[in-house]
């Protein structure tokens, strides 16, 4: 680890005090303090320049989903450069493993997502604070509802694959080196709330909620040290708050097939944020949490049975390569 409070004790004899303020006294890379600014300068650098260059592409003509995909292939290219040529670790190590359990993180993170946000509809419902007041699709054909609500989805996994793999993935990961588990998910989580402070309706509230919801998303990706289940997490929730269930995405109002008014107390609902910004919030956290850590049991079962059965496959085949030999003619 790249402790910062052992700059003096670990540093090897001969070392300049430049050396020692900036360089790792494990390994021949830069602090993990410094990792991260160098990466966030090169992700606001990049970003900053391809998003420019897709804005002008859109006013000409350039679909808009492409342009989020350019954005999203701006911020990935950040994030490998920092792990290769700062970490000096390999891309895939943030979390990025393709194995039989990719898929199936995915996807439960996906319905864990959506069925938090259905208890918060829930709740809301029948405690009279929110009103159906109709479909998408009276208003609209069914063709523009799925295509709405498939564009929708679309947005959403740029959203989740680019936000997970900047925090819970760059951030998060070079905090946890840098400083310990706990100060790594703190600080992340703190980052996370303020990156959406910019957003519609923001208020100090909805930062804590973010935060909250940030903690959440980074005891996802420790128990499985993959970034699958929080990026099926983050997408889940994001489009069944938004496109399915009609509540604001962070203060962000679009298209929904649930049309409703929420008018209880904004301290409790959140308001016009949505419910990140309300006390609702912690109601959808503690299903959030059971269901991952249930999840969690089962999947690291399943990890155990398979690497038990691999052993005992292989002595099984160990034995028949002995009685093999002792069939064989001297």
Known sequence: MDNETNIVPNAPE????????????DEPRLRAGW?????????????FFIGFLAGLLI????????????????ITTSVFMGRRFLDRRSFVSLGLKLNIWTLMDLLVGFAVGGLIIGLIFYLEKALGWLVID????QN??????????????????????????????YLLQNLIEGLNVFWGVIISSVLFGLLHLSNPGSS??????IFLVGIFLSYAYLITRQLWLPIGLHIGWNF????????PVSGVVDFSIFRQSVTGPALITGGSFGPEAGLILLAGLALGVGLVFAY???????????????IDQARIDQDNDLVDDGDQPA
Do not use: C, D, H, K
Not at 35 to 47: C, D, E, G
Not at 59 to 74: C, P, R, T
Not at 134 to 137: I, L, N, Q, R
Not at 204 to 209: E, F, P, Q, Y
């Open 14 to 25: 001969g070392r300049s005090t430049l050396a020692r303020i900036f360089i790792s006294p």
């Open 35 to 47: 990792r991260i600014f160098v990466q966030i300068v090169l992700l606001i650098v990049i970003v």
């Open 59 to 74: 006013q000409f003509g350039l679909n808009e989903y492409l342009g989020s995909v350019i954005v999203v292939l701006a």
């Open 134 to 137: 109709g479909y998408a699709w």
């Open 140 to 169: 609209l054909p069914l063709e523009e509802v799925r295509s709405a609500a498939i564009g929708m989805l679309i947005t959403f996994i740029f959203v989740g694959l680019q936000e997970e793999l900047v925090v819970r993935g």
């Open 204 to 209: 100090a509230l909805s930062a804590i909620g």
């Open 240 to 247: 069944f708050e938004g496109a399915i269930f009609g509540f």
């Open 296 to 310: 969690s049991r089962y999947r690291s079962g399943s990890i155990e049975e398979a690497e038990i059965s691999r």
